[in-house]
C-alpha cells in the first residue's frame, strides 16, 4: 500500500511556484514603497523651496523696486535694500520717511556636498550710512559672496534660479534631488511674483 505525501519533485515545482509567487508580491510592494518615497522627497523639496520663497518675497516687499539689482549670470542672485534696523525694527524719520539700513544679497554658490553642486545663500551687510532715499547697491554679488559677514545657507540641491523686474519681481527657483543610485528622483520649480511695498 502506497503512502500519501509529495514525492520530491513535486515539493520541489510548488517551492519554485511558491518563490515566483512571493518574488512578483515582493516587486510590486517594493515599487509601491519607491513611488510613495519619491512621493514624500517631492513634497518635502516644494515645501521647502515655497517656503524660501515666501521668506526672500516678505524681504523683497519692504523694499523698494529702485533698489534691486538682479544677476541671472553667474553667480546668480539678487540685491536689495532692506528697511529693517539691526534689531529689526522699522525706523522712520519726523517726515515720515523710511530709513534704509541694510542690503541683502541672496545667491547661487558652488557647493561640493549639494547633488547638483550648488547651494542657495543670504548674506546682508549695512549700508555704509543710512538713508531716507532708496538707492542700488554699488556691491555685487562676488563683494557679498567674500565678505567677512556670516552667511546662512538657505537651501542645497539648486539647478537653476532666475529673476526678472518688470514693475514686479518674478522669481523662479529649480531643486532636484538625487535619489537611489544618483537617479534624479525629485525635480521643483516653483515661480513667485513680489510687489515691492515702499516706492
Given at each position: 500500500?502506497r503512502?500519501k ?12 511556484i511558491?518563490?515566483?509567487v ?11 514603497v519607491?513611488?510613495q518615497?519619491?512621493?514624500?522627497a517631492?513634497?518635502n523639496?516644494?515645501t ?6 515666501l521668506?526672500m518675497g516678505k524681504?523683497l516687499?519692504?523694499s523698494?523696486?529702485?533698489?534691486i539689482?538682479?544677476y541671472n549670470t553667474?553667480?546668480q542672485?539678487i540685491?536689495?535694500a532692506?528697511p529693517?534696523d ?8 519726523s ?5 534704509w539700513?541694510?542690503y541683502?544679497?541672496y545667491y547661487?554658490?558652488?557647493d ?5 553642486g550648488?547651494?542657495?545663500y543670504r548674506k ?16 555685487d ?5 567674500v565678505?567677512p559677514?556670516?552667511?546662512q545657507?538657505i537651501?542645497k540641491?539648486?539647478s537653476?534660479i ?5 514693475g514686479?519681481v518674478?522669481a523662479?527657483?529649480t ?12 525635480l521643483?520649480?516653483?515661480?513667485y511674483n513680489?510687489?515691492?511695498?515702499n516706492q
Amino acid at each position: 500500500m502506497r503512502k500519501k505525501g509529495f514525492t520530491l519533485a513535486e515539493t520541489l515545482v510548488y517551492s519554485g511556484i511558491a518563490l515566483v509567487v512571493t518574488l512578483l508580491v515582493y516587486d510590486a510592494f517594493q515599487g509601491g514603497v519607491d513611488l510613495q518615497s519619491r512621493a514624500d522627497a517631492q513634497i518635502n523639496i516644494h515645501t521647502g523651496v515655497r517656503s524660501i520663497l515666501l521668506t526672500m518675497g516678505k524681504e523683497l516687499e519692504e523694499s523698494n523696486i529702485l533698489t534691486i539689482s538682479v544677476y541671472n549670470t553667474a553667480p546668480q542672485g539678487i540685491i536689495f535694500a532692506s528697511p529693517r534696523d539691526p534689531n529689526n525694527n522699522l525706523q522712520f524719520d519726523s517726515e515720515g520717511y523710511i530709513y534704509w539700513y541694510k542690503y541683502i544679497c541672496y545667491y547661487v554658490d558652488s557647493d561640493s556636498t549639494s547633488d547638483t553642486g550648488y547651494s542657495f545663500y543670504r548674506k546682508e551687510l549695512p549700508m555704509p550710512y543710512q538713508t531716507t532715499t532708496a538707492q542700488v547697491s554699488t556691491w555685487d554679488i562676488n563683494y557679498f559672496k567674500v565678505s567677512p559677514s556670516p552667511g546662512q545657507l538657505i537651501c542645497k540641491n539648486i539647478s537653476s534660479i532666475s529673476f526678472s523686474l518688470s514693475g514686479t519681481v518674478t522669481a523662479t527657483l529649480t531643486v532636484s534631488k538625487n535619489g537611489r543610485g544618483g537617479a534624479n528622483n525629485s525635480l521643483v520649480n516653483l515661480t513667485y511674483n513680489f510687489t515691492c511695498r515702499n516706492q
